[in-house]
């Protein structure tokens, strides 16, 4: 069987990060294959890729001035010269992006993600006068990661602007200096006051997440979610693990995640079953001398319909 050839986009408007997301996120994760990147580099920002990186990286760059230059005799001139382990196309973001995914590639050519970058400094004046043209780049992205926010850029609003469009996207905010600026309350797509709290289908990575790191925000309040009903080897009968299949990085690395709940013993629940679920958090440990982490009990169980999307993203 033919091994498939990935192709990774990045987008984002003019000087918006993409480079520094190709150079340092990018060509730095495990799944990069060895061998020739083939960069396809459709405008240039202040950032470049200088003679010495793209040797270090045993890349290749070849600059597109026009749209009309992406097509199908040009992809398959480019696998016939170079024969890429990988391709890599940092998009112009004032072209559709709808117009680049329905572009006829080699047969050996797969999109195996779409990345976004967004200049935080500009978020504002983008969402309320530049709303459409924005998220029309967005609405594909499976990361988005917002940069050099300034200090009360408003978070909440593009999240919420960007789940109506994208809600499976994962949003990193950075701050001035690049660090990861840390989600709140006022971040997180489900309002943690209402009783029981409703995390939709799309939102458990979110909550998976944020379970761990806030336990205060959650102690001995109600949750509700639907969820796929499973038992690891060795547990015990009164308990099971409400989970959701979680893509942390790539379709190669897609896993089940939950937390332990433990149920009344006359309740009868069917593994692989999904369920709605009704649950009181505890943040404990499981057994004696364990680290304490979320502990469930179960309040109320019903049987659900599986979601529309099999899996969903981390955090």
């Given at each position: ?99 680049l995914l329905q572009l ?207 899996y969903v993203y981390l955090?």
């Open positions: 069987m033919m091994e498939p050839t990935p192709v990774y986009i990045c987008t984002g408007f003019l000087d918006s990060g993409k480079t520094l997301l190709v150079k340092d996120t990018l060509m730095e994760q495990e799944w990069i294959e060895p061998g020739l990147t083939l960069l396809i580099l459709c405008e240039e920002g202040e950032e470049e890729y200088s003679k010495e990186y793209l040797e270090e990286n045993d890349m290749v760059l070849l600059k597109i001035d026009k749209f009309e230059q992406l097509n199908a005799a040009f992809f398959t001139n480019c696998e016939k010269n170079y024969h890429p382990a990988q391709v890599v196309i940092e998009y112009n973001g004032m072209w559709k992006l709808e117009d006829k590639y080699p047969r050996k050519w797969q999109i195996q993600g779409i990345y976004s970058t967004v200049n935080g400094t500009t978020l504002d004046m983008y969402l309320k006068n530049m709303r459409n043209m924005l998220m029309e780049q967005l609405t594909e992205s499976e990361l988005i990661i917002i940069n050099r926010c300034p200090e009360g850029v408003d978070r909440s609003g593009f999240r919420r602007a960007l789940k109506v469009q994208n809600p499976m996207a994962q949003l990193i905010f950075e701050g001035m200096d690049g660090k990861i600026i840390q989600p709140t309350a006022e971040d997180l797509p489900f309002d943690i006051k209402e009783n029981p709290i409703k995390i939709e289908d799309e939102d458990f990575g979110i909550w998976y997440v944020d379970a761990y790191d806030h336990p205060d925000q959650y102690m001995d309040k109600e949750i509700e979610f639907v969820a796929q009903a499973f038992r690891p080897k060795g547990m015990k009968n009164d308990m099971f693990v409400p989970v959701r299949k979680i893509m942390t990085c790539c379709a190669d690395d897609v896993r089940l995640y939950g937390y332990p709940c433990k149920i009344p013993k006359v309740t009868n629940i069917q593994m692989q079953k999904w369920y709605r679920v009704r649950v009181r958090y505890s943040f404990e440990p499981t057994e004696p001398f364990a680290p304490e982490q979320p502990i469930l009990y179960l309040m109320h169980i019903e049987p659900a319909e599986a979601p529309e999307q099999d955090g």
